[in-house]
């Protein structure tokens, strides 16, 4: 499976924007960047993926660099409720499984 | 919004007993998934389902794990011989058939299984 670096942690303030950076150097062409979450005592939740483009959905953006070896997930105005583990996962093959890393735990205050 | 649903939410047993973890994924989905996540630690993957078989397991998925789909709308995990490690939250997961890489895999709330 191809890796994906993220940072340990991360903290923001409530109301401002969050930027989530993935490094995915070794990605083939054919690999899917997605972003899933886990709020606390929660199973995962998708929030968002794209192959080349940017990417935009009612959660978040997804800014994939023209290399396509880093992405940002950018939470527009974090609220206490986007407090969570995210992860950046390379999604390869039909019927693949996701592979978890660690994530970035993203801590949220007022 | 439909939601792939798992029952029970806590399950208690002794060790050596079978317990059966049950889910209902999404209805129009074609893949199917088991993950357990031990305190503290990483989601793992534990077993995919495709067209009535297993299409992939981890190391994890020995002997002691089974998945089937008994009828069309339920996919169940059994674990015959429980052991203490096996404590964990097991989530199952669904996915649409059709897209291939270009879908997103849609999570149950999990069942924390408790083995003594």
């Known amino acids: 499976d191809a890796k994906t670096t993220q940072p340990n942690s991360m903290e923001s303030n409530e109301e401002e924007p969050v930027h989530l950076p993935c490094n995915h150097s070794t990605i083939s062409g054919t690999d899917y960047i997605h972003w899933y979450r886990q709020l606390p005592s929660q199973g995962p939740e998708y929030v968002i993926h794209g192959l080349t483009s940017n990417v935009n959905n009612r959660m978040a953006s997804l800014a994939i660099a023209e290399d396509r070896k880093s992405s940002t997930l950018i939470l527009h105005r974090a609220t206490l409720r986007d407090a969570a583990v995210y992860y950046c996962i390379l999604y390869t093959g039909t019927a693949s499984k996701l592979t978890f890393g660690t994530g970035t735990r993203l801590q949220v205050t007022l | 919004e439909p939601e792939v649903t798992q029952t029970p939410s806590h399950q208690v047993t002794q060790m050596g007993q079978e317990v059966i973890l049950r889910c209902v994924p999404i209805s129009n989905h074609l893949y199917f998934y088991w993950y357990r996540q031990i305190l503290g630690q990483k989601v793992e993957f534990l077993v995919s389902?495709?067209?009535?078989?297993?299409?992939?397991k981890s190391e994890i998925f020995d002997d002691q794990f089974s998945v089937e789909r008994p009828d069309g709308s339920n996919f169940t995990l059994k674990i015959r011989s429980t052991k203490l490690e096996d404590s964990a939250m097991y989530f199952c997961a669904s996915r649409e058939g059709v897209g291939g890489q270009n879908t997103e895999a849609f999570f149950g709330q999990g069942t924390r299984l408790t083995v003594v």
């Open positions: 389902f495709y067209n009535n078989e297993i299409s992939e």
